[in-house]
């Protein structure tokens, strides 16, 4: 009989920490309902105690969530413990994680306490969290560079304390896999009642091993691994959820364990993610990377065409890819494209949002034949800013763009809803564009990146653009989608500049595992 895997997603906490991948109430809650779908047992919904915005997202996803584990992150001090608490007081099931960091250097140049005093507040965050629930974890941060003999002495106090689940975080990707899972065998051997508790992962991707060195824990006795999907979070991110449930079934031969998630659901949930971050995922990514089930090599389809496995170790519709990629037109109906979304894994949260998105579907196949379920993903990105936090929206646009002449573009936006006219040159299209919005919102922005990819093949196809801003620390990423590409550019830079001006500021806690 095989032991049950947990999986803990952190995306909307340590997956957020990514610069520009900040999210909103409501697109955090969009998340957690497809993480719940995807049946993931904990979902850590936020940092309670960072801002109001994140307190408030929490207990919404609290709310929202019967069958997962909702989780808040909280230090080791009463203020962040007692938000923690009351966010999560809604939940079906809910759990504080707390943490405290035990590596020298942490202890010594950040901490600025002595060992004794970290082990007294670890013990005394745990007797806090115990007020509110009876499912406590534990994390001691930077443990991948902690001493083992101190590591042993703080878990032997906190379980003693109540703590129920044990995080053995490598925070700075600094692991290797041989050496990591040696660290857990032995504190699972060396520490009184480690049978008592469940014994946790959490691997950042510094050195390119989050997923080997959670993987060799997990062959070491660890029985809960904290990720995130598509590998979101902060530096080079963290263990991806996707490749490390698609390894434990893969490889059942090897591993005693086995995940309750819908592995099914993993495409949909990687797509919404990529989608409301406005990071993309790349095509070679594992799992769910656009060539991940591709052959170009005649070998390769020779032999997939003869027999699958010859070369796949996956079948695609296993982890959500779509066979039937043509799906709808300009005569399909609104039940067709809602039916369509469902089964792709959107959920549009109201009718008012689901009219707003068939009206695009309308637009879009009146100018683009043939639209695929990646044209379906690209259109509804653009409905993540809600009505009321839309303050800029495009009414039209004008660009002349000719061999020898400066670009110039004119645009009307609606702001607050009030008309106004803006118009620009510049150095291309896009540039005279951007300028012109500017000379309408003057909202002193710093533009960081500005990506464009192609959605699907043909000349005809959208393009989806990504637009980061900056502004005052924090960060932002707009997304768009259309087959004109400047139209493309000005919608996902209006995205970027409604979530700056959104009501939801963050701000961002000092402190991570």
């Given at each position: 009989?095989?032991?049950?895997?947990?999986?803990?997603d952190?995306?909307?906490?340590?997956?957020?920490?990514?610069?520009?991948?900040?999210?909103?109430?409501?697109e955090?809650?969009?998340?957690a309902?497809?993480?719940?779908k995807?049946?993931?047992d904990?979902?850590?919904a936020?940092f309670?105690?960072?801002?109001?915005?994140?307190?408030?997202?929490i207990q919404?996803?609290?709310q929202?969530?019967?069958?997962s584990?909702?989780?808040?992150?909280?230090?080791?001090?009463?203020?962040?413990?007692?938000?923690?608490?009351?966010a999560i007081k809604p939940a079906?099931s809910?759990?504080?994680?707390?943490?405290?960091?035990t590596?020298?250097?942490?202890?010594?140049?950040?901490?600025?306490?002595a060992?004794d005093q970290v082990?007294e507040q670890?013990v005394?965050?745990i007797?806090?969290?115990?007020?509110y629930?009876?499912?406590?974890?534990?994390s001691?941060?930077d443990a991948?560079r902690?001493d083992?003999d101190?590591?042993?002495?703080?878990?032997?106090?906190?379980i003693?304390a109540?703590?129920t689940?044990?995080?053995v975080?490598?925070?700075v990707?600094y692991?290797i896999p041989?050496?990591y899972a040696?660290?857990?065998?032995?504190l699972?051997?060396?520490v009184p009642?480690a049978?008592k508790?469940?014994?946790?992962?959490?691997?950042?991707?510094?050195?390119g091993l989050?997923?080997a060195?959670s993987?060799?824990?997990?062959?070491?006795?660890?029985?809960q691994v904290?990720?995130?999907?598509?590998?979101?979070?902060?530096?080079?991110?963290?263990a991806?959820?996707e490749?490390?449930?698609?390894?434990?079934?893969?490889?059942?031969?090897?591993?005693?364990v086995?995940?309750?998630?819908?592995?099914?659901?993993?495409?949909?949930?990687?797509?919404?993610?990529s989608?409301?971050?406005g990071?993309?995922?790349?095509p070679?990514?594992a799992?769910?990377g656009?060539?991940?089930?591709a052959h170009?090599?005649?070998?390769?389809q020779d032999?997939?065409?003869k027999?699958?496995?010859t070369?796949?170790?996956?079948?695609?519709e296993d982890?959500?890819?779509?066979?039937?990629?043509?799906?709808?037109?300009?005569?399909?109906?609104?039940?067709?494209?809602?039916?369509r979304l469902q089964e792709?894994?959107?959920?549009?949260?109201?009718d008012?949002?689901?009219?707003a998105?068939?009206?695009?579907f309308?637009e879009l196949?009146?100018?683009k034949?043939?639209?695929f379920?990646e044209?379906l993903?690209?259109?509804?990105?653009?409905?993540v800013v809600?009505?009321?936090?839309?303050?800029?929206?495009?009414?039209y646009s004008?660009?002349?763009?000719?061999t020898?002449e400066?670009?110039?573009?004119?645009?009307?936006l609606?702001?607050?809803?009030?008309?106004?006219?803006?118009?620009?040159?510049?150095?291309?299209?896009?540039?005279?564009?951007?300028?012109a919005i500017?000379?309408?919102?003057?909202?002193g922005?710093?533009?960081?990146l500005?990506?464009?990819?192609a959605i699907t093949?043909g000349?005809?196809?959208?393009?989806?653009?990504?637009?980061?801003l900056?502004?005052?620390g924090?960060?932002v990423?707009?997304?768009?989608?259309?087959?004109?590409?400047?139209?493309?550019s000005a919608?996902s830079?209006?995205?970027?500049?409604?979530?700056?001006?959104s009501s939801?500021?963050?701000?961002?806690?000092?402190?991570?595992?």
């Open positions: 009989m095989k032991q049950h895997l947990v999986i803990f952190t995306t909307l906490r340590d997956g957020e920490q990514s610069p520009g991948a900040s999210m909103t109430r409501e955090k809650i969009r998340v309902r497809q993480l719940e995807m049946r993931v904990v979902i850590e936020g309670a105690a960072a801002s109001p915005g994140d307190f408030d997202a919404a996803i609290a929202a969530i019967k069958d584990t909702v989780c808040s992150l909280a230090r080791a001090n009463e203020n962040d413990i007692r938000r923690a608490g009351e079906n809910g759990r504080i994680h707390t943490f405290i960091a590596s020298p250097i942490h202890m010594e140049k950040k901490l600025r306490m060992p082990v670890a005394r965050s007797a806090w969290a115990r007020e629930t009876d499912d406590v974890e534990f001691a941060e991948g902690s083992i101190f590591l042993c002495r703080i878990f032997d106090e906190v003693r109540g703590a689940t044990i995080n975080p490598d925070t990707g692991n041989f050496q040696e660290t857990l065998r032995q699972i051997e060396r009642n049978d508790v469940v014994w946790s992962v959490h691997c950042h991707n510094d050195l989050a997923v060195n993987l060799a824990a997990v062959l070491a006795g660890a029985r904290e990720c995130t999907i598509n590998g979101l979070g902060e530096r080079a991110g963290n991806s959820l490749e490390i449930v698609m390894a434990v079934r893969t490889r059942g031969d090897v591993f005693p086995e995940t309750r998630v819908d592995s099914t659901q993993i495409v949909p949930a990687s797509k919404l993610v989608q409301i971050t990071y993309p995922v790349q070679n990514k799992v769910v656009a060539n991940a089930f170009e090599s005649g070998i390769h032999g997939v065409l027999h699958r496995e070369y796949e170790i996956m079948r695609a982890v959500g890819w779509s066979q039937n990629k043509l799906v709808l037109g300009k005569h399909s109906g609104r039940n067709a494209f809602r039916s792709l894994g959107i959920e549009l949260e109201s008012e949002v689901v009219n998105a068939f009206a695009r309308k196949a009146d100018r034949h043939e639209i379920d044209d993903h690209a259109l509804v990105s653009d409905e809600t009505p009321d936090q839309e303050r800029y929206k495009l009414l004008h660009v002349c763009s000719e020898g400066m670009p110039h573009a004119k645009v009307i609606s702001v607050d809803g009030s008309e106004r006219k803006g118009e620009a040159s510049g150095g291309g299209p896009v540039d005279a564009t951007f300028k500017e000379s309408i919102a003057n909202s922005a710093e533009l960081m500005y990506s464009v990819n093949t000349t005809d196809a959208q393009g989806e653009v990504t637009t980061r900056s502004k005052e924090r960060v990423n707009g997304n768009g989608a259309d087959t004109d590409i400047v139209i493309a919608r830079y209006l995205n970027a500049l409604n979530k700056l001006h939801l500021d963050k701000v961002r806690a000092q402190g991570d595992i």
